[in-house]
């Protein structure tokens, strides 16, 4: 028989679980060397020619002494040899004739694991030496290429599809939004005019909210009512206004000049990430610029959000961060960590002042009416009363504030594609209060850098242990694999949506591929076959 007779059924019978091979033939060695390529685990050849007698006799003893006396492949072979001693003078060189050739990643099998169908491999030091050196090489590798940013874009794209698979939730019944829209008075004059506002506060201040959020800036008096809106400024203690510090593209914006009490003033600067313009981090302080009109270090959704809660009893700590410049509040049990340059997805973040990541509340954040519903006393008392109120402009093209959100992407056709600055105020105030109060809704998280590492570690030795515990065709293994990153994926939603971490997924998939690839690779490559004399 040849080789190429043989070739086909011994593949079919490894993958199956061949464990041994015994070949009495004259050219054993030739044909052990042709099946190196196959990864037969153990053989037993035959140097030489070797007589038929010599053949039996070698085979009845080694059964004998491995199968129905239980010894040690190894020993088996070497006590039969010696049993061959005794032929030496009729046959020369008889005992030298048997010999193994194993492949080196194999454990010698025993005939009762042999009869169970047990298949071995290597042992549980070469298992750790293989897989987990293999996945904290390739985790190195893809931490460093992370470390580098290259990985951010895609990370946040992943994030948003996450953050858009989440069930819709019902509007924050605490807060109430009054938007002045192109159907109002905005296109009347170039801006709303004072005494519109201070008409609206009025009407609103009737029905008795806790508080009043004017998400519109006013450092400018815009007739007609201006001295009308001033009373209202300098009496109202319940109401907040804003102001912005000044940035790379907008000049600072200085708060109402009849507003004196800092506590009555937040700013509303906002952190877009630059690699694509959405907004996902809400800012809680800042630390004031010096000589700037906008001395406050409160965000206007914190003062509109502690206001809320300092009436229910919830009072407010503010705790000095790691840096001179952090501020970690803490309301109740719940700490508002803030993010740190490398975080989560990000790396290099710009992470001044304190931010968090911001949840929002999909589709709807609050109940909204318009500013001309107020001003015509078509409103009632309960959406008013002991609720937060937040007036602000959502026309687009007046507004000037408009946000990409993580759901801009979304195909979701009641989706708005950016939303305005009095919405954005809104889900920021939401959240605060959303996490502390009874429905105890989740943050926004991230783990420290040595969890993201441990996270992406432990699914890289899955994905090695899978190639190596489950040696089998392509298409199988390509399964296997499409299973575990599904798995993975619907762990990071499941802990996303219950827990608010974001933990790594994209890293996780290139640590499970780079690991199934390099470990699959060492795995097909013929293994060096050694001779047992």
């Not at 040690?72 to 010696?82: N, S, T, Y």
């Not at 005494?195 to 998400?215: E, F, S, V």
Request: aromatic residues 8%.
């Amino acid at each position: 028989m040849t080789f190429s007779q043989l070739k086909n059924a011994i593949k079919t019978a490894v993958d199956q679980g061949l464990q041994l091979v015994i070949l009495n033939s004259c050219d054993g060695l030739l044909l052990a060397r042709d099946l190196v390529d196959l990864s037969v685990p153990y053989m037993i050849v035959m140097r030489e020619k070797v007589q038929d007698l010599i053949a039996q006799e070698f085979l009845k003893d080694f059964l004998h002494r491995f199968a129905q006396e239980g010894k040690p492949l190894h020993l088996a072979v070497r006590e039969a040899r010696e049993k061959l001693q005794g032929w030496e003078d009729e046959i020369p060189c008889a005992s030298w004739l048997p010999v193994i050739c194993q492949n080196t990643t194999e454990v010698p099998p025993t005939w009762k694991q042999l009869r169970q169908g047990i298949k071995l491999h290597i042992p549980v030091q070469n298992f750790l030496k293989s897989v987990l050196v293999t996945s904290i090489l390739m985790t190195a590798v893809v931490v460093g290429i992370r470390h580098l940013g290259w990985l951010e874009a895609i990370e946040l794209k992943e994030f948003d599809r996450l953050v858009q698979l989440r069930p819709h939730e019902k509007p924050d019944s605490r807060i109430l939004v009054v938007e002045a829209t192109s159907e109002d008075y905005i296109k009347q004059y170039d801006r709303l005019p004072d005494g519109i506002l201070a008409r609206a506060i009025k009407q609103l201040d009737r029905h008795q909210p806790l508080i009043i959020g004017l998400n519109i800036f006013r450092e400018r008096p815009v007739a007609p009512g201006h001295a009308e809106l001033a009373t209202i400024f300098q009496n109202n203690k319940h109401l907040v206004t804003v102001c912005r510090y000044p940035d790379d593209k907008n000049l600072t914006i200085s708060p109402p000049s009849e507003v004196t009490e800092i506590e009555r003033i937040g700013f509303i600067d906002v952190m877009v990430d630059p690699i694509d313009n959405i907004l996902r981090r809400h800012p809680l302080f800042i630390q004031p610029i010096p000589n700037s009109p906008c001395k406050t270090d409160n965000a206007f959704s914190v003062l509109l959000a502690l206001t809320y809660l300092e009436a229910k009893g919830i009072e407010a700590e503010v705790e000095q961060g790691d840096r001179e410049e952090d501020k970690w509040l803490k309301l109740g049990t719940v700490v508002f960590k803030p993010l740190k340059e490398y975080a989560g997805g990000y790396q290099r973040l710009d992470a001044r002042g304190s931010q968090i990541l911001l949840n929002y509340r999909w589709p709807e954040v609050a109940q909204r009416i318009t500013l001309k519903q107020v001003l015509d006393g078509e409103i009632k008392s309960e959406w008013v009363k002991n609720k937060i109120v937040i007036i602000g402009v959502t026309d687009q093209e007046s507004s000037g504030d408009n946000f990409s959100t993580p759901y801009s992407a979304s195909q979701h056709p009641y989706q708005e594609k950016e939303i305005s600055g009095v919405i954005l105020q809104a889900q920021m105030v939401s959240q605060i209060i959303s996490a502390v109060s009874v429905d105890k809704r989740p943050l926004l998280r991230v783990w420290p850098e040595w969890g993201d590492v441990l996270w992406i570690w432990g699914w890289g030795v899955v994905g090695g242990m899978m190639v190596w515990w489950g040696r089998s065709r392509l298409i199988i293994l390509l399964l296997k694999t499409g299973i575990v990153i599904i798995t993975l994926w619907g762990s990071c939603f499941v802990i996303l949506l219950f827990k608010g971490f974001w933990v790594p997924l994209v890293p996780s998939v290139l640590t499970i591929l780079a690991n199934v690839c390099l470990m699959g690779y060492s795995l097909a490559k013929p293994q060096k076959t050694s001779l047992n004399p």
